[in-house]
């Protein structure tokens, strides 16, 4: 049995072995292939789950299931790996499941962005929306904040206090960890401005503007459904599938007609969200 665990996010080497120690303990349930390579040049790993016995996966409907478009929406991966855990291990035992394989197949995609997920399980995190390639420019920047970046080494992303007399926050007087907001008729006192952990380059001493990532990229807008330009809906990217990890989607899904249902995890919002559910 793979030895998983539930309360920790794998980086892609450890997630990686995970996998196909999954599909070399399970060989008539799970095959394991990279459907492509990421920016980077890292595998997209996929699972085929079905019972190989009672016929070919192509030849069944299928299901497919992916996470982790975006780099820091690691617990999508691990939706993932409950849901294959829990396939696997109770085939033959839940009459549910034992069908479901027997009669189905699944198609499961746990990291569609390794590149992303590996920055955002760093020592020294950074959080970027998606893909680490540089988008819609590449130079980087000159002025102003640099923010989301572990920049004091303790491998979190927090926020950053910064003295300012006209700043809206001041420390709790109940635990100076917290910050409330300053009265508007207020003076006297210690007050702050609270800004993303980051860089802050060439600062004048006043005036801190908030750059923008150079990671633009998002994921999630890159496919042609519904694919707007960059000036309707920032991090598209530059046209539908210009991303090798869309790209790998794309293709896999294209190339399996039997694929009739499919979810996508994610980690914003916690609600479920259904097909044209926009209009």
């Known amino acids: 049995m793979p030895e ?33 390579k990421s920016h980077e040049g890292r595998d997209v790993w996929l699972l085929t789950l079905t019972n190989f016995q009672t016929g070919p996966d192509t030849e069944k ?33 839940d009459q549910a499941v034992t069908e479901a394989l027997d009669t189905r197949a699944i198609y499961l995609c746990p990291r569609v962005n390794p590149d992303g997920a590996e920055w955002a399980l760093a020592d020294r995190p950074k959080f970027i929306r998606s893909s680490t390639r540089p988008y819609p420019y590449d130079e980087e920047p000159v002025d102003g904040l640099v923010g989301n970046e572990d920049m004091d080494g303790d491998g ?47 600062y004048d001493g006043v005036t801190i503007s908030i750059s923008r990532s150079k990671q633009g990229l998002d994921l999630n807008r890159n496919f042609p459904v519904n694919w707007r330009q960059e000036v309707d809906q920032h991090g598209a990217g530059p046209y539908p ?7 790998n989607l794309a293709d896999f899904i294209v190339n399996h007609p039997n694929i009739g249902n499919a979810i996508t995890f994610h980690t914003m919002s916690g609600v479920l969200l259904r097909p044209y559910d926009d209009r």
């Not at 196909?20 to 394991?32: D, G, M, R, S, V």
């Not at 917290?178 to 006297?188: I, N, T, Y």
């Not at 599938?241 to 790209?247: A, D, G, K």
Request: aromatic fraction near 10%; proline fraction near 7%; charged fraction near 20%.
């Open 61 to 93: 409907p299928a299901l497919w299931v992916d996470g982790n478009i975006h780099a820091s929406e690691v617990t999508a991966s691990t939706a993932n790996l409950y849901f294959l855990n829990s396939l696997l291990t109770r085939y033959g035992q």
């Open 4 to 36: 998983i665990h539930f309360d920790r996010f794998y980086r892609y080497d450890d997630l990686t072995r995970l996998l196909h120690t999954f599909a070399q303990e399970y060989p008539n349930l799970a095959k394991i292939q990279s459907i492509g």
């Open 241 to 247: 599938l210009s991303e090798p990890e869309t790209q």
């Open 156 to 202: 979190r992303i927090l926020q950053m206090r910064i003295p300012d007399p006209n700043g809206a926050w001041k420390a709790c007087p109940e635990d100076a960890r917290l910050m409330v907001r300053r009265d508007p008729v207020e003076s006297g006192g210690q007050y702050y401005r609270i800004l993303p952990e980051g860089l802050i380059k060439n």
